[in-house]
């Protein structure tokens, strides 16, 4: 059974671009999550989907966004890129919300 | 919000011996779930056990096994037998119902051989 899915595993962008990161879930499972990972904050909660609709959103400016599309897979967008938004982009799955498979990730680089 | 504290940044254990883990954490839930996830130099994050807070037993997969103290809102865990495989970040989470995991700041265990 394929396992969660993001893409691409590794990006550079230039400060003030935008960026479109995307994961694809574990068949069956509705509920995607995303979370960003960096040395100095650690893990923190973005957004969750489930069946298009966003449930629960962190505390993260606007310029992150994200939404599901009908077939459970996942973007997220970060726009006006700035140096701190440098992290390791982790999605995640669930069927039931209570035990969620994690992808690898998505190493985005701002310079 | 939801509070996970991991006080033991770095654990280093010998090969086949036990190493324990600490996490506590901050609810006024009644329900809710415990996890405890790895995550390698392959930064996959890989669930290593659960536990559902209504249940009293504490969990157990193979070599890893949880002492869930509700009262105390501990949630330890053990690596019994550790293996230079198990060497990676173990990171604790909770889960209530707002549908988002909330992580301890992450424990580093190195396994020596």
């Known amino acids: 059974k394929a396992g969660v899915t993001q893409t691409p595993r590794y990006l550079i962008k230039t400060r003030g671009q935008q960026v479109t990161l995307s994961c694809s879930p574990i068949?069956?499972?509705?509920?995607v999550s995303w979370y960003q990972q960096t040395p100095g904050q650690g893990l923190q909660f973005l957004f969750e989907y489930f069946s298009e609709t966003q449930r629960n959103k962190g505390n993260f400016p606007g310029r992150f966004s994200g939404r599901q599309f009908s077939n459970s897979r996942s973007e997220m967008n970060v726009s006006t890129l700035e140096l701190g938004d440098s992290a390791l982009y982790l999605c995640a799955s669930s069927k039931d919300s209570y035990g969620y498979t994690f992808g690898s990730g998505t190493r985005l680089t701002v310079v | 919000a939801q509070t996970v504290t991991q006080s033991q940044p770095e654990m280093s254990v010998q090969e086949a011996e036990t190493v324990t883990l600490s996490c506590t954490y901050d609810t006024s839930e009644s329900n809710y779930y415990l996890f405890w996830y790895k995550q390698p130099p392959s930064r996959q994050m890989i669930l290593v056990i659960r536990?559902?807070?209504?249940?009293?037993q504490n969990a157990t997969e193979n070599r890893f096994s949880v002492n869930f103290q509700k009262a105390a809102k501990s949630f330890s865990l053990k690596i019994s037998d550790s293996q230079l495989g198990d060497t990676a970040m173990y990171f604790c989470a909770s889960f209530l119902r707002d549908y988002k995991l909330s992580f301890g700041a992450g424990t580093t265990v190195t396994v020596r051989a």
């Open positions: 536990q559902e807070a209504y249940k009293q």
């Open positions: 068949s069956g499972h509705r509920s």
